[in-house]
Nanobody, 116 residues
Framework: VQLVESGGGLVQPGGSLRLSCAAS????????MGWYRQAPGKQRELVAI???????NYANSVKGRFTISRDNAKNTVYLQMNSLKPEDTAVYYC???????????WGQGTQVTVSS
């Protein structure tokens, strides 16, 4: 199973992007799906997460600007990013947590650059 991400790119401050992450195969017992990001010289951090029950949680830095959603039938998770800031520049990684082995799947990462 692979997670295939898309939607990254270069955008001006204040702009929007929508990231998508689709699983190439079947994933069982999904607990949660989420997005992490890693900026140069910084640790990877949680951006947003959505549980199997639909509960969501966001990093304080993106609350009110980013929205996570999922399509359970397609094993796909989305991240709508609005009002982007230069500090949102990072590689964004999709993550799926499962209740059974291998317990975690990661995407390859997609670059988001916010710059004028």
């Amino acid at each position: 199973v692979q997670l295939v991400e898309s939607g990254g790119g270069l955008v001006q401050p204040g702009g929007s992007l929508r990231l998508s992450c689709a699983a190439s195969g079947s994933i069982f017992s999904i607990n949660a799906m989420g997005w992490y990001r890693q900026a140069p010289g910084k640790q990877r951090e949680l951006v947003a997460i959505i549980t199997s029950g639909g509960s969501t949680n966001y990093a304080n830095s993106v609350k009110g600007r980013f929205t996570i959603s999922r399509d359970n039938a397609k094993n796909t998770v989305y991240l709508q990013m609005n009002s982007l800031k230069p500090e949102d520049t990072a590689v964004y990684y999709c993550h799926i947590a499962t209740a059974v082995a291998p317990y975690a799947y990661w995407g390859q990462g997609t670059q988001v650059t916010v710059s004028s």
